[in-house]
């Protein structure tokens, strides 16, 4: 075990709503990285929180937003969901060091479903 | 943007028979990782490589990093049922170091074995 936990497990929502997920990051790690997965896939990067500020993002429009708390734990917000937005949405979270060779440790992800 | 490449994404193979799969990278990387992921799993951190042309083994697997750090081989010896699941490769930009390095991921290699 990763010692990384996410909830819920498992969502299912309609187009339009708002979702919000989130990550409990493994005791020790300042960096939380988000993915989507679809299905056949590899992750697909959103973004990553460095003490608490956002420092990285992939190609997802704003309405994928999100938070890192002081206890280094994060969510993801969706806004205005649609159904390409079903997939796999996995954390991942990491100890920052120099060079970039951090490792990620990865939870074991939230399904959401969008209909 | 940076680009690696995982193909084919499917593979069968008898127990027993020996399994290469290659990861290739539109950029040269500062480091490369690879994951395994089972089915209705979450991808699971094997190993980075670092160094150009560096080799590591786990057991009966064998990563290697090209010379040119732009391509990567992940080589498993008398493949067994355990083996299956999908292998990612993902490569960090060497351009974005520390905070901003982020990981692009392949879109993984599934193996199958035939008892």
């Known amino acids: 075990e990763t010692g990384v936990t996410q909830s819920p497990t498992h969502l299912i929502k309609t187009r339009g709503q708002q979702v919000t997920l989130r990550c409990s990051s493994q005791?020790?790690?300042?960096?939380v990285s988000w993915y989507q997965q679809a299905l056949g896939q590899g992750p697909q990067f959103i973004f990553q929180?460095?003490?608490?500020?956002?420092?990285g993002r992939g190609n997802f429009p704003p309405r994928f937003s999100g938070l890192q708390f002081p206890n280094y734990s994060s969510e993801l917000n969706v806004n205005a969901l649609e159904l390409d937005d079903s997939a796999l949405y996995l954390c991942?979270?990491?100890?920052?060091?120099?060079?970039?060779?951090?490792?990620?440790?990865f939870g074991a992800g939230t399904r959401l479903s969008v209909l | 943007g940076q680009q690696v490449m995982q193909i084919p994404q499917y593979q069968h193979v008898q127990e027993g028979e020996d399994f290469t799969t290659y990861c290739n990278s539109s950029?040269?990387?500062?480091?490369i990782q690879w994951y395994k992921q089972r089915p209705g799993g979450h991808p699971v951190f094997l190993i980075q490589?670092?160094?150009?042309?560096e080799v590591k083994k786990q057991k009966r697997l064998t990563f290697q990093f090209g010379e040119a750090k732009k391509n990567s081989s992940l080589h498993i010896t008398a493949t067994q049922t355990t083996d299956v699941g999908t292998y990612f490769c993902?490569?960090?930009?060497?351009?974005?170091?520390?905070?901003?390095?982020?990981?692009?991921f392949g879109k993984g290699i599934t193996l199958s074995v035939r008892p």
């Open positions: 991942a979270s990491s100890l920052q060091r120099s060079g970039g060779r951090h490792i990620q440790y």
């Open positions: 005791s020790g790690h300042n960096t």
């Open positions: 929180y460095y003490r608490e500020e956002e420092n």
């Open positions: 950029t040269t990387l500062s480091n």
């Open positions: 490589l670092v160094k150009s042309g």
């Open positions: 993902a490569g960090r930009d060497p351009k974005l170091t520390g905070a901003n390095s982020k990981l692009t």
